[in-house]
C-alpha cells in the first residue's frame, strides 16, 4: 500500500491551479478461497482551482508522478478532488451488464453544452441503488472536466477519511458500491465529441462519426473489464436537437455494419456482436427539441419556401437535410433502413416544447405531429388497457419525485401504440403526414414541457373571467378524452390562449444548456426538467433484462 499512500501524501501537498495530476495504480487482491476476485482500483487525483471549486482543464499537460513530486515545495491553498472508480473484474465468471449512455449535442454544439445532463444522469443512478458503478467514460472530456455533486460529497467525506479509504479501495466505488460483486452491472455516461465544430456538413457524416465513437467508446471500456468472455452491453441515446437526428442515423449506421439475418433477411437474435464476444442491445432512446420532421414548413414563423432555400444554403449540407431539400429526413422516417433499428429500442422517448416557446424546433416537428394525421395519442393515465408488452414495462415513478411536475412545466404525457401501416407511403401524397405517422407507429412516449415558467424573460398576463380561456389547451384536451389524435395536439401545442407569454428562448432550457456563466444561469429554469429525465431515463435503463 505504500504507492498508494505516496499518492495521498501529493495530493495533500502539491499546488498550482494549473496543474493536472493524474495517478492510476493498479492493486490486486487476491483471496485465498477458490473464488478469488482480482480487481484494479484507479485513482485519479486532480487539483481545484480554489476560487470556483472546478476541476482544471483535463486538455491541460499531465505530468508524471515524479514530475508532481518535485512541484510539492509551492503554495498549499489548492484544494484536491479523488475521483476512485473501482471496476470490477471479470475473472472467474464475469460481470454484469455495462449500459452505456450517449448524449449527443445539436447544431455548433459542444460535449460540455450538455454537462449537467451527464452529471444528473450520473447522480440519479447512484441514487437508483440498482448499479454496481456509475461512471464516465475514459473517453469523455464531461467526465474528466467536472464531478458529480455526489462525487463532490464524496470527496469532501474522504478528505477527513483518508486513512478508512485506504483500506477499504477495494470494496467500495465513489461512483457505486462494488463490495467484491463482479456480476454488477455498471452505468457508463459519455458525452459524445465526434461532431464538435463540424455540424454543417450534414445529417449523415455527423451520424456516422457518431456510429464510430459510439463504438470505440464500447471497445475501449470493454478492453478493461473483460477477460476473453461474452458480455452483455446496452446502449441509451438521449440526442439533443440536431444530435437526435444523429443518433438516428447512428443507429441505422451500426445496425448495417453489425446487422445478423437469418436466410429471409430478418434480424435473427434480439442483439448485435461486436468484436465476437459483445452482445450489444439498444435498450432506451430519447430525443430532446429534435426537428424528426425537419424544418421545413416547421419554422416559428411561417416563411414562404424560397426563404427556407436561401437559409438551407447557408447552413450547408445539414441546412439542405433540415429544410427538406433532399429526401434524406424523409427517408430516416419512412424507410426501413432506419425506422427498423429504431423499433428495436426497448423504449423511445420524444421531449417537445409546447405553446410556442421554441424558436429553434417548434413542437410540432420535435414530437412529430401533424395537422392532417389521426395517429392516436394516448395519456398516460387511461392508457393501461391498450398498451402492449413492450409498454407496459413503462415505469411508474409515483415513489420518485419528479422536479419538472412540482414545478409545473410538465404538461402531459401521451403514448403512441406500436402498428402496422402496411403500405402508407405509397397510399398517401402528404409527405409529411406519413412521416409522422410512420415515426408514430413504431411506439413513442412523448414528453410535452410548458418551460414558459422557467425562462427568466415571461410575465403573467390578467386573468379573464372566462375559466375555459384560461386551461391549459393540452390539459383541457387530457381532461375531456381518454385520447386523441395527432392533428388535436398539433392545434393544442400551436394554441395562441395563454395566461402568460415569453420569448423563445425554450430551445436552450429545457436541456439545461451550459456554456459560460450568462447562458448557464439563463437556461437554469430548465434544471428540473433534466433532472426528470434523468430519473425515468435511469430507472428505464435499469429495467433491461437478458430476455430484452
Sequence with gaps: MAPLRLAFLTATMMTGPKNAVETRLSNNVCADNDNMMP???????????????????????????????????????????????????????????IHFCFIVHGHQGKPTDLSYLHRAIKDKANQHGGFATTKSSEMCIVGRNSTSRNDDMAASKNDGNRA?????????????????????????????????????????????????????????????????????????????SLGGLYARFAVAKIDELLFASDEDGTKDVPHYILDDNIRLHFNVFCSTVSPHLGCADRTYIPIPRFAEIGIAKGLGETGRDLFRVNDLIKTMATSPRFTRPLALFRKRIAYANAYGTDFVVPGSTAAFLDGNSDSMHYFDADFESGRDEETQSMPQTADRVCPASEKGLFVATCYTPRISLGNLVESSGNELEVMSKTLDSLGWTKVFVDIREAIPISTKLPRISNPSLNACPIRKLSSNRKAVTSKDLYSAISSGRSSRISLPFGHNAICAFERGSFRTAFNKGGRPVADSLAINLVEDISMWTQND
Design 164 to 240: 478508512n479509504q485506504e483500506e477499504d479501495i477495494n470494496q467500495t466505488s465513489v461512483e457505486g458500491t462494488i463490495n467484491g460483486e463482479s456480476k454488477g452491472s455498471t452505468v457508463v455516461v459519455h458525452n459524445a465529441a465526434c461532431n464538435e465544430g463540424i455540424t454543417h456538413d450534414g445529417v449523415e457524416k455527423g451520424g456516422e462519426r457518431l456510429a464510430n465513437e459510439m463504438l470505440e467508446v464500447i471497445r475501449g471500456e470493454i478492453e478493461q473489464r473483460t477477460q476473453n468472455h461474452e458480455q452483455d452491453v446496452t446502449i441509451s441515446i438521449v440526442g439533443n
Design 39 to 97: 480487481s484494479a482500483a484507479a485513482v485519479t487525483i486532480k487539483p481545484m482551482d480554489s476560487s470556483s471549486g472546478k476541476e482544471n482543464d483535463a486538455n491541460e499537460a499531465t505530468p508524471s508522478l515524479a514530475a508532481s513530486t518535485a512541484s510539492m515545495s509551492s503554495s498549499a491553498s489548492a484544494s484536491t478532488s479523488i475521483h476512485i472508480d473501482s471496476t470490477p473484474s471479470s475473472k472467474g465468471g464475469g460481470s454484469g451488464p
